[in-house]
């Protein structure tokens, strides 16, 4: 065994059984009072995802609320992106239960056309089309899943991209804009499809700093406005002013959960303890 593996194993020792904890392990609980009452969004029940004989996800149970703000952290290779592209069913999971809305994800192709149509996703590299203006990438979802008339979808488009702060960048190409204009026509795009929830996965990680905070407010916003919204990132002070819960993934698990504040003043978990030292 190496160091390193053998490191790794007194750290997975010391931080105990993962499923003792019956907060890591998902028990139903409310993070913020302002969500006291609200129903449940999404629920994941003992989630386990392999790619081959690895394990991406391990037993992950996370119940979120309508409304609420969740903050993923964790090391590159934890199973974040993993985690938010099975609510999508970007990536289908092995084992476990996951229910969008009150719709269970099976193998029924309209279950997962509705959660789809509730569910928008914003990408760390925006994913916008290249050959479609600002404008074309935000009408299309409308009108050809939506069936909404052109005039009506490019109406939408426009207050969409009034909400996101560059309505003058309308019939400019991607190519055309800077990363913190195009990850806010990513945004208006999600948002063209009147989603329920938002995942973001690392949304400002590709961006120059000057950038990240015109896309953060734009995500403030958002998560003021009621969305329920998922969200992995580095970015702390969001992290702190945004999110009702922040939830720590490790090796594929879930590890911790709790406030900010929690997090901030008190974390539990050594493997918590160690990541936020690197990352503050
Ligand atoms: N399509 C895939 N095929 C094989 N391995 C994958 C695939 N996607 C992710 N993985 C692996 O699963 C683990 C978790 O990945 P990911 O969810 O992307 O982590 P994170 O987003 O936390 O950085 C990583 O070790 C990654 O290499
Ligand atoms: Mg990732």
Not at 66 to 87: A, D, H, M, N, Q
């Amino acid at each position: 065994m190496t160091d390193e593996l053998a490191a790794a194993d007194i750290i997975a020792e010391a931080a105990g059984p993962k499923t003792a904890d019956p907060v890591a392990n998902g028990e139903p609980e409310v993070f913020s009072p302002r969500l006291a009452g609200s129903k449940d969004m999404i629920v994941t029940e003992h989630v386990d995802k392999w790619f081959g004989d690895f394990q991406a996800l391990d037993d992950v149970s996370l119940r979120i609320k309508e409304e609420e703000i969740v903050v993923i952290l964790g090391p590159s290779g934890s199973g974040k992106s993993t985690y938010i592209r099975c609510l999508n069913r970007l990536e289908e999971h092995d084992a476990g239960r996951i229910v969008i809305d009150g719709i269970e994800m099976n193998e029924d192709v309209r279950a997962l056309q509705a959660i789809r149509s509730e569910v928008g996703m914003v990408f760390q590299q925006f994913n916008l089309f290249p050959h479609l203006s600002v404008l074309g990438n935000i009408t299309l979802g409308p009108q050809k899943v939506r069936h909404m008339p052109k005039l009506e979808a490019e109406a939408l488009a426009m207050q969409l991209l009034e909400r996101v702060g560059i309505p003058e960048q309308a019939d400019k190409y991607p190519s055309q804009l800077s990363g913190g204009q195009q990850q806010r026509v990513a945004i208006a795009r999600a948002l063209a499809m009147q989603p329920k929830i938002m995942l973001f996965d690392e949304p400002t990680s590709a961006l120059d700093p000057e950038m990240i905070k015109e896309v953060l407010d734009v995500m403030q916003e958002l998560a003021e406005s009621g969305m329920t919204m998922i969200v992995v990132t580095h970015e702390m002070g969001f992290a702190r002013e945004v999110a009702d819960r922040l939830v720590f993934f490790d090796e594929g698990a879930l590890v911790e959960q709790g406030t900010p504040e929690h997090f901030f003043t008190n974390p539990r978990e050594e493997r918590t303890k160690l990541f936020l030292s690197q990352i503050l």
